[in-house]
């Protein structure tokens, strides 16, 4: 019979993968990733190979790189544990013995020497891992990786993914099952937060880390380790159940992840049309979508138009104490409910105050995996003319480069403000979310008058204040199902352009010219969502 080996991702992943991953009498999925999900797969492996070649170039002593050897895993793992004993200091790529007791195999992106010996583990991610509201977080620069190198960065504190620190709490059971651990259990991450300076940012694996449900408490904080020890340890069980052929121990469950899971048209796909949790997906989470069920409540219809405040006050609320915001996901859920039940993915409630002018300028703007904006595209409605103006730089590589770029969009923008008080007639400009106004104030100085970023008018929050959706607030989930706008693009979307934008920094004109049509529909859009709210 199968041994039953989950790899790092498990104990982050569904339950019910797991399950289906185990049952040999589910047909195995053969269909391709979907194209965001390819998409970030491929981000995460060029982020990747950009970390350890930035890497191999610093010359660490004791640095060692395994990567060629994944195709013998038996090679590969005897390589590992040769490096370890030999106190590599640095061990990229490696391999870990598998974990048969402890049902663990898997392969962490780096292993790093600790000053009393044995290793702490640490990955590499395409995401930021710093969150600036917190206090500095410890973290090594890669030429000195080690934690007692480790210093407080300024840039913020570490930001406590739970996906995150549970794969390096799984390779630190490995670690353990090996005899390699270091003496204190502790992580490393790598994130894309400093573009070519990446920094570990370390984390304490047995510190209070996440709130969770607790049966006897209501609410516990759980440390990463414990997190993954009852995570790893379910999984375990439903994995063996599944291969005996046992009864399942999980049912199908609609979340967010099913978007982009392989098992979705044998597993989510299968849930009658009205479940509750296939129709609203992502809207609620696993416990909250078994507490309802638990409740009696399963279907759309059996939520829809229900009292949120009876349902907290019962079985429901004593199985989600230790969501903060639960009555908030709640009222949310119970509204996409009604929506469903209607057939309506958009709805909105009622007229919206939106501030209006002669002139109505909207802005997107589009940065790189680095982080540095190359376009930056303006669109311009004077009473029936429409007029669209790039500012467009593919290889824009440094802050210079990106600085003369804004400056030659904000002083266009200046211009049309000047212009207009002249002709005495008033400006207003338009975004969606901050990433616009946030990266204009970055280059002084700012434009004249209403073109100034801090008179700029988000659409987003009122467009939340107004507006009821069961696909969320995104600009292109309000602009298609609310505002009736298309793109020409079949497939839009960030991580697309992050590929369009790596195409065309090379010389491919037929990515420019994407990625310029992607920038002028967004700001169409954001003009499409300002008429569809006006109307």
């Known amino acids: 019979m199968r041994p039953v080996l989950l790899s790092g991702y498990a104990a982050k992943s569904c339950p019910r993968a797991v399950h289906n991953d185990y049952d040999p009498s589910m047909p195995r999925p053969d269909q391709p ?12 492996i060029a982020f990747e190979a950009e970390v350890f070649e930035h890497w191999a170039g610093l010359d660490v002593p004791g640095y060692v790189d395994l990567r060629d050897l994944d195709a013998d895993k038996r090679v590969h793992i005897g390589a590992t544990l040769g490096a370890m004993r030999a106190g590599a200091s640095v061990v990229v790529g490696g391999r870990l013995p598998d974990d048969h007791a402890g049902g663990r195999t898997g392969k962490p992106d780096i292993l790093i020497r600790a000053e009393g010996g044995g290793y702490h583990p640490a990955d590499v991610k395409a995401h930021h891992v710093l969150d600036r509201r917190f206090d500095a977080a410890p ?82 904080t759980r440390s990463a380790l414990e997190r993954y020890d009852h995570e790893h340890g379910f999984r375990r069980r439903v994995a063996d159940a599944a291969r005996r052929g046992a009864e399942p121990l999980v049912e199908p469950v609609g979340q967010a992840e099913c978007a982009t899971c ?52 019962g079985t429901y609320g004593g199985e989600v104490t230790h969501l903060r915001n639960r009555a908030f996901r709640l009222r949310k859920a119970i509204v996409a409910a009604d929506l469903a039940r209607d057939g309506v993915l958009v709805r909105r409630r009622g007229p919206v105050p939106l501030p209006a002018a002669d002139v109505e300028v909207d802005i997107d703007v589009e940065w790189g995996v680095d982080g540095l904006v190359y376009l930056w595209g303006v669109l311009v409605t004077d009473g029936a003319a429409r007029t669209y103006t790039s500012f467009f730089d593919p290889a824009v590589s440094g802050p210079e480069g990106e600085a003369d770029l804004a400056r030659r969009c904000l002083d266009h923008l200046d211009g049309l403000a000047r212009d207009a008080v002249a002709r005495g007639r008033e400006l207003l400009v338009y975004h969606y979310a901050q990433p616009e106004p946030r990266h204009a104030r970055r280059f002084p100085p700012r434009p004249f008058g209403a073109a100034h970023p801090d008179r700029w008018v988000d659409l987003l929050p009122l467009v939340r204040a107004a507006v009821d959706s069961r696909a969320g607030h995104g600009l292109k989930a309000i602009a298609v199902y609310g505002a009736g706008h298309s793109w020409r693009d079949a497939d839009p979307g960030g991580l697309q352009s992050q590929q369009w934008h790596a195409a065309a920094r090379d010389g491919d004109a037929t990515a420019a010219a994407r990625l310029l049509a992607y920038n002028e529909d967004d700001v169409l859009a954001t003009a499409a969502i300002r008429s569809w709210l006006r109307s």
């Open 33 to 44: 990733p979907p194209a965001e999900l390819q998409a970030l797969f491929d981000t995460g």
């Open 139 to 220: 973290a090594s620069e890669l030429k000195a990786p080690a934690f007692r190198d480790s210093a407080p960065l300024p840039d913020g504190g570490a930001r406590y993914r739970e996906e995150d620190l549970l794969q390096l709490a799984h390779y630190w059971r490995m670690l353990e099952a090996c005899g390699h651990q270091a003496a204190d259990p502790r992580g490393a991450i790598v994130g894309d937060d400093r573009p070519g300076d990446p920094r570990l940012i370390w984390y304490d694996l047995t510190g209070p880390a996440f709130r969770t449900f607790s049966r006897t408490r209501g609410v516990a």
């Open 262 to 313: 392989r098992w979705s048209a044998a597993c989510v796909s299968t849930l009658p049309a009205d479940d509750l949790s296939a129709a609203l997906r992502g809207t609620l989470g696993v416990r909250e979508y078994l507490a309802l069920r638990a409740a009696g409540i399963r279907t759309v219809s059996d939520l829809a138009g229900r009292d949120p405040a009876d349902l907290l006050a």
